[in-house]
């Protein structure tokens, strides 16, 4: 073979293979910085520049790594590593060329997300007074209220447990940074849809949750 | 005549060319982040960030002493693909056209882009490998066809496509966040170029230099010639970075300066000419073409 064919043929393949890898994946579960709207439009808009990510005095903005995929250089929040701390400037939005961050007036209206609490998980279902998220929330007795239940067959006993409001939470991730819980998972984390999230969160009401302190 | 002072343009291409590749570092480690990505910490108050600093942030969107810039070639895959001219960054594009648009467009390709930089060295040691490729496999104007198609794909699949794949920040990109979408495009382009085609990517292929090839039918830069000194030796021709038949009017006596858009004003063709026929000067861009 000649070796211009075979210098065509290997920068095609080459060129093939990283365009295909390139296109895959989706960042459908990826925290984005508060202003993202949907993935669709995140998508659409990220040019991968890494200006938030330089604006962000939190170092809570990192680039998606990995050599591949359609997500790779785009900036997501590890809420377990470092959350977002809803700087009252917005500084990773302001550092946007093409409003992948759209503009946001107020803390309260930025909508990364919401926190869905796992009840199998949850140190404060099962009995014990933790309130760490709700204590943790920069919109506590908003995002996160604490209800107080009777405990399952202990007459002396509450349960005290964080309940999120879908209508407030924000999705910043301090709740999931702080939980005291990791193991076998995190009992808590941030959904990026808001329906979906409130799904999880009925779905989690429903769930019998047995105290293992009953009896 | 003047003593010839020897690859004058190309060793000041060379500064421009290591500064602009280096420039974005700067900052970073001003704030004392680390590069590659690493090193993140979990801080409670908050840190000095490279944001901070007289100018921060990379090849496709930067803030420049107080002047911010984007990428215009992403500015119009965001465009396309966002179906949308509302977002104030767009804005930004406008410096970058302005002044690449009165110089010339493809000066970025010549001066500061690091593809160029490194295709450069690729070139030089497949020479010094004596691996023979072929001088012309796709027409230099494919450029401006592949810029258009990436920015019509762009707006059929609603992602800036080249930006999946953009081998010109790549390397910055990697070595600032760690990030290394368009290293596969890299690769691609040193096998192309040392076994396939002499510079087909800068030459024929990059879009971005599409883009700019049509900025470069209005910059007032171009290279001109003093037909009265060239003996036709073609020593221009063949230092060209860009393509030798940009060459083929000045030196047929029909044109006085290089009129093709795609003149990335590398100066290669006036360090090499033995008997200075060539110069670099300011032209109105009259009778110009692609």
């Given amino acids: 073979m000649e070796t211009t064919t075979f210098g065509a043929i290997a920068a095609a393949g080459v060129a093939a ?60 929040i590890d809420a377990r590593a470092q959350a977002c701390r809803l700087c009252a400037d917005f500084p990773c939005i302001a550092a946007c060329p093409t409003e992948a961050l759209h503009p946001v007036s107020a803390r309260d209206e930025v909508r990364m997300g919401c ?14 007074r933790c309130e760490v998220c709700y204590r943790a929330c920069p919109f506590i007795d908003s995002a996160i209220a604490i209800g107080a239940s009777v405990r399952e067959g202990d007459a ?7 309940l999120i409001d879908p209508e407030k939470c924000v999705g910043c991730g301090l709740c999931v940074q702080r939980c005291v819980v990791s193991d076998p998972q995190v009992a808590i984390e941030i959904v990026r849809d808001y329906g979906e999230a409130r799904r999880r969160i009925d779905e989690e009401q429903a769930k019998h949750v047995s105290n293992p302190w009953a009896g | 005549m003047a003593k010839k002072r020897k690859g004058r343009w190309t060793i000041a291409r060379r500064v421009v060319q290591i500064v602009v590749a280096i420039l974005f570092f700067v900052p970073l480690s001003a704030a004392g982040w680390s590069a590659l990505g690493l090193g993140f910490s979990s801080p409670e108050e908050p840190l000095a960030t490279p944001s901070g600093f007289a100018w ?34 767009l804005a930004w594009a406008l410096p970058v056209l302005v002044a690449y648009g009165m110089v010339r467009g493809r000066a970025f390709c010549g001066w500061a882009c690091p593809v160029n930089l490194l ?11 004596g691996i023979a490729v072929r001088e012309r496999a796709v027409p230099r104007k494919a450029k401006v066809g592949i810029a258009a198609a990436v920015l019509a794909l762009s707006a059929v699949c609603s992602v800036p496509v080249f930006e999946l794949v953009n081998p010109i920040s790549a390397v910055n990109k990697a070595v600032l966040f760690g990030s290394f979408a368009g290293v596969f495009t890299l690769a691609a382009i040193v096998f192309a170029e040392l076994f396939w085609a002499h510079r087909v990517w800068c030459r024929a292929l990059c879009p971005l230099g599409g883009m700019y090839e049509t900025l470069g039918c209005v ?11 060239c003996v036709h030796c073609g020593a221009c021709q063949a230092a060209c970075l860009c393509d030798p038949e940009i060459l083929d009017d000045v030196l047929s006596g029909k044109a006085g300066r290089v009129v093709a858009g795609d003149c990335m004003l590398c100066g290669k063709c006036v360090d090499v000419c033995p008997y200075s026929a060539l110069k670099i000067g300011f032209a109105l861009p009259r009778h110009p073409e692609l």
């Fill in chain 2, 119 to 129: 295709c450069e060295f690729v070139d030089w040691l497949r020479g010094k490998l």
């Fill in chain 1, 17 to 76: 293979g990283g365009i295909a890898v390139c296109f895959a994946g989706n960042g459908e579960g990826l925290l984005r910085p508060p202003g993202a709207a949907d993935e669709a439009d995140f998508r659409a808009r990220c040019i991968k520049c890494g200006r938030c990510l330089e604006a962000c005095p939190y170092q809570a903005i990192r680039m998606a790594k990995g050599p591949t995929g359609a997500e790779t250089g785009t900036p997501v």
């Fill in chain 2, 219 to 229: 910059g007032l830069v171009s290279v001109k010639i003093d037909h009265d000194l």
């Fill in chain 1, 115 to 128: 926190a869905v609490i796992n009840r199998d998980l949850c140190i404060a279902v099962q009995g014990m």
């Fill in chain 2, 56 to 89: 921060w942030g990379s090849l496709s969107s930067s803030h420049l002493f107080g002047l911010d810039l984007l990428d215009p070639f992403a500015a119009l895959q965001v465009t396309a693909a966002a179906k949308s001219v509302a977002f104030a960054g």
């Fill in chain 1, 156 to 162: 002396i006993h509450a349960v005290f447990e964080p």
